[in-house]
C-alpha cells in the first residue's frame, strides 16, 4: 500500500469536523507543524485533540486554538498558552488535565489494544474522586466536571481505573522514515510522537528525511510502519525554542 502523500494539504484533506486527534510533541520539541497548518487551512472543526501540551500562541496546535478550531483538549501541561487559558476560563473549551505518565500509557494501551489499566497515579485526589472542571460558564461556574473512576485494592495499595485513548486520526513527526513507515525520532522528538502514532486509527507522519525501504536497519527502528498509514516528505525544518535561558556573556579582559 502506498503510504507517501504529496503533500500535508493531501494527508488531512479528509479529516472531518469533530475529529479525535492525537498529536505528538512535547513543548515545541517533535510538532508536527506542518500537518497542523494543513488542517488549519482545511478547515476542520469541533476537533478533540490528544497531546501533551497545546502548543504556544501562534504555534502548534496554538495555531487551532486562535482559530477556535478546538471544542476538547486532553492533555498534561498547558501553561504556556494565553488563548488556550482565556478559552478555558470563559467557557469555550472544554479540557480534560491528565497526569502525564498516565496520558501517555492511555496513548499506548490504545495502540496496543488493552482497553483500561490500574495506576496509583491520582489515587486519593480530583482524578480518582471526580470534581476537575472540564468545562466553565461564562460566569465562572463549573458546567461540567470529571467523574469519578473506578478504584481497586491491589496488595494493600489503591489503584485507580484509567481507560485507553484510541483517536480518528494522529498527526505526529518524525526525522526520518521509510516509504514503509518506519520511523526514526531523534533525540527529544522521541517523546510523545510514538505514542500518538500508536493510537491513531489513521496516523499521518511528516518526515525530514524520506528513504527507501530497508535503509533503516531494523534495530533503529523507533515506530514500526504498521502503526503509520500515511507519510509526508516535509525536509529539514527551524527548530523553535520554547524558553532561551543562557548565562550573561563574559566581559573579555
Not at 494539504?9 to 520539541?29: Q, R, Y
Not at 489499566?117 to 476537575?132: E, H, I, K, S
Not at 518524525?174 to 522521541?190: M, P, Q, Y
Request: net charge negative.
Amino acid at each position: 500500500m502506498e503510504k507517501v502523500y504529496g503533500s500535508c494539504a493531501e494527508a488531512v484533506a479528509d479529516i472531518p469536523n469533530g475529529a479525535s486527534i492525537a498529536v505528538g510533541g512535547f513543548g515545541l520539541s517533535g510538532i508536527p507543524h506542518n500537518l497542523i497548518e494543513a488542517l488549519l487551512e482545511q478547515g476542520a472543526t469541533d476537533l478533540k485533540t490528544v497531546s501533551n501540551n497545546c502548543g504556544v500562541d501562534g504555534w502548534g496546535l496554538g495555531v487551532l486554538l486562535d482559530h477556535k478550531r478546538i471544542a476538547r483538549a486532553t492533555g498534561s501541561y498547558v501553561g504556556e498558552n494565553r488563548e488556550f487559558e482565556r478559552q478555558f476560563l470563559h467557557g469555550e473549551l472544554e479540557v480534560e488535565l491528565v497526569p502525564q505518565g498516565t496520558l501517555a500509557e492511555r496513548l499506548r494501551a490504545g495502540g496496543c489494544g488493552i482497553p483500561a489499566f490500574y495506576t496509583p497515579a491520582g489515587d486519593g485526589t480530583l482524578v480518582a474522586d471526580g470534581g476537575l472542571p472540564w468545562r466553565y460558564r461564562a460566569d465562572g461556574s463549573v458546567a461540567l466536571a470529571s467523574p469519578k473512576k473506578e478504584t481497586r485494592v491491589f496488595d494493600g495499595r489503591e489503584y485507580v481505573l484509567e481507560s485507553a485513548i484510541i483517536c480518528d486520526f494522529a498527526l505526529v513527526r518524525a526525522s526520518i522514515g521509510d516509504r514503509s513507515g518506519n520511523l526514526i525520532f531523534h533525540k527529544a522528538t522521541r517523546n510523545f510522537n510514538p505514542l500518538c502514532a500508536m493510537a491513531g486509527k489513521i496516523s499521518i507522519a511528516e518526515v525530514e528525511e524520506l528513504v527507501e525501504p530497508g535503509a533503516i536497519d531494523p534495530e533503529s527502528v523507533h515506530l514500526p510502519g504498521v502503526f503509520v498509514q500515511r507519510i509526508v516528505h516535509v525536509g529539514p525544518q527551524g527548530k523553535r525554542i520554547e524558553r532561551v535561558t543562557t548565562r550573561p556573556k563574559e566581559m573579555s579582559s
